[in-house]
């Protein structure tokens, strides 16, 4: 189920009517990021494109049902792949954190990841999972996703001084 489908209706019952705005989703700029092709919706509204309503928006539709394109660039990614691109870039960054000094120690870190973001409590926070772990199969993992996905998994450099 798409961001659109939790929307109103239509489009225009979000982009043109303010008494809408309850609705923070039709306000977020991530909408804009989303929307692929064409100018952005309220062109597209005064063109008559209205959604479900008038059978073509975002989605061409169909007998009421949206006709989407299948995803044609997608990467095949396993759950390992999906959790660790996740989990290892926070704890990366709470490296680099304690590294540079945002921090004073690992337990008042743990502290402000676990209320601050919701990391898993039982996991103890992103200090106590490292090292419930291996720190250099971490770093390891780490090093793949940087050579698979780009540098933003490039391992700190406050690796080393974790014991």
Same mark, same amino acid.
């Given at each position: 189920?798409?961001?659109?489908?939790?929307?109103?209706?239509?489009?225009?019952?979000?982009?043109?009517?303010?008494?809408?705005?309850?609705?923070?989703?039709?306000?977020?700029?991530?909408?804009?990021?989303?929307?692929?092709?064409?100018?952005?919706?309220? +062109?597209?509204?005064?063109?008559?494109?209205?959604?479900?309503?008038?059978?073509?928006?975002?989605?061409?539709?169909?007998?009421?049902?949206?006709?989407?394109?299948? !995803? $044609?660039?997608?990467?095949?990614?396993?759950?390992?792949?999906?959790?660790? $691109?996740?989990?290892?870039?926070?704890?990366?960054?709470?490296?680099?954190?304690? $590294? /540079?000094?945002?921090? /004073?120690? /690992?337990?008042?870190?743990?502290?402000?990841?676990? &209320?601050?973001?919701?990391?898993?409590?039982?996991?103890?926070?992103?200090?106590?999972?490292?090292?419930?772990? /291996?720190?250099?199969?971490?770093?390891?993992?780490?090093?793949?996703?940087?050579?698979? &996905?780009?540098?933003?998994?490039? +391992?700190?450099?406050?690796?080393?001084? !974790?014991?």
């Amino acid at each position: 189920m798409g961001l659109y489908h939790r929307l109103p209706w239509t489009d225009e019952d979000v982009y043109n009517d303010e008494r809408h705005s309850f609705n923070p989703v039709a306000k977020m700029p991530l909408l804009e990021i989303v929307h692929a092709k064409g100018p952005p919706h309220s +062109a597209d509204i005064s063109k008559g494109n209205l959604g479900r309503k008038s059978g073509q928006g975002f989605y061409a539709w169909s007998k009421g049902q949206a006709l989407k394109d299948p !995803i $044609r660039s997608a990467v095949p990614l396993s759950d390992n792949d999906i959790s660790d $691109r996740l989990i290892l870039r926070l704890i990366n960054e709470s490296v680099a954190c304690l $590294r /540079e000094g945002v921090v /004073e120690d /690992e337990d008042l870190l743990d502290a402000g990841v676990i &209320f601050g973001t919701g990391f898993a409590p039982f996991r103890g926070g992103p200090m106590h999972y490292i090292h419930s772990c /291996e720190t250099g199969e971490l770093q390891q993992r780490l090093d793949e996703l940087e050579g698979r &996905f780009g540098q933003h998994f490039h +391992a700190d450099s406050g690796w080393g001084a !974790i014991a």
